[in-house]
């Protein structure tokens, strides 16, 4: 079995930074996406940024020049760096993976979110 285990959430002040981990463990021979996804109270879980396995990244429009997204293959971990945070940030967020895994198994996987709060 596949597990994603994110790290680096927490509180911030508005224009601070944090950084998220994702790694990603197991049986794992590929990866085909990671991305980020975030959820806050009241609203539908959004894609954030994500990155193929050939380095493809995409971001949200409302984290363009403030969020990156960065991957190490060798370590089935993707981060998450995001800047200049604003309180509309706010939210818990999710890792996600599709990753080749077992034998020439493909999955899609979820971590279990970690909470990122943007106050002062």
């Known amino acids: 079995q596949v597990h994603l285990v994110e790290s680096g959430g927490g509180l911030v002040q508005p224009g601070g930074s944090l950084r998220l981990s994702c790694a990603a463990s197991g049986s794992i021979f590929s990866i085909n996406y990671m991305g980020w996804y975030r959820q806050a109270p009241g609203l539908q879980r959004e894609l954030v940024a994500g990155i193929t396995g050939g380095g493809r990244t995409n971001y949200a429009d409302s984290v363009k020049g403030r969020f990156t997204i960065s991957r190490d293959n060798g370590k089935y971990t993707v981060y998450l760096q995001m800047n200049s945070l604003k309180p509309e940030d706010t939210a818990v967020y999710y890792c996600?993976?599709?990753?080749?895994?077992?034998?020439?198994?493909?999955?899609?996987?979820w971590g279990q979110g970690t909470q990122v709060t943007v106050s002062s």
């Open positions: 996600y993976a599709d990753l080749g895994y077992g034998y020439s198994r493909r999955g899609d996987f």
